[in-house]
C-alpha cells in the first residue's frame, strides 16, 4: 500500500502565493510519476501539474507561468508552488502518484485532499 501525506493548505489572500508538498511512502520500488490535481465546489477534478520519473513536467494552460512542480532528489516528495492565487482557484488539492510496488505490481494512489481557499 502507498500512503500519501499532504501538506495543509490554507487560506490566501489573491495574488498571494502557498506552497504544498506531498510525501509518498509504503512498499514503493519505483514512482514514475507524481501531481497535483484540484477539485472546485461543483466541478470535476482536474490535473494542476505533473512531473514523470525524468523530470519532465506538465501544467494546466491555466496555472503555467504561475506554478512551479518539483520533486526531492529521492522522487518521494513533490512540491507545488502556487502564485497569483486566484479566488477561481479554491479548491480541493490532491496529490496524486503512480509507480510500482516492490512485488512490481502497478500503483495509483491518491493523496486525502488539502483545501486551498482564496476569498473574492
Known amino acids: 500500500q502507498v500512503q500519501l501525506v499532504e501538506s495543509e493548505g490554507g487560506l490566501v489572500q489573491p495574488g498571494g502565493s502557498l506552497s504544498l508538498s506531498c510525501t509518498a511512502s509504503?512498499?514503493?520500488?519505483?514512482?514514475?510519476?507524481m501531481g497535483w490535481f484540484r477539485q472546485a465546489p461543483g466541478k470535476d477534478r482536474e490535473l494542476v501539474a505533473r512531473?514523470?520519473?525524468?523530470?519532465?513536467?506538465d501544467y494546466a494552460d491555466s496555472v503555467k507561468g504561475r506554478f512551479t512542480i518539483s520533486r526531492d532528489s529521492n522522487r518521494r516528495t513533490v512540491y507545488l508552488q502556487m502564485n497569483r492565487l486566484t479566488p477561481e482557484e479554491t479548491a480541493v488539492y490532491y496529490c496524486?502518484?503512480?509507480?510500482?510496488?516492490?512485488?512490481?505490481?502497478?500503483?495509483?494512489?491518491w493523496g486525502q485532499g488539502t483545501q486551498v481557499t482564496v476569498p473574492s
Open positions: 496524486h502518484a503512480v509507480g510500482y510496488y516492490t512485488d512490481f505490481t502497478s500503483f495509483e494512489a
Open positions: 509504503g512498499n514503493i520500488y519505483v514512482i514514475n510519476g
Open positions: 512531473v514523470n520519473n525524468g523530470g519532465g513536467t
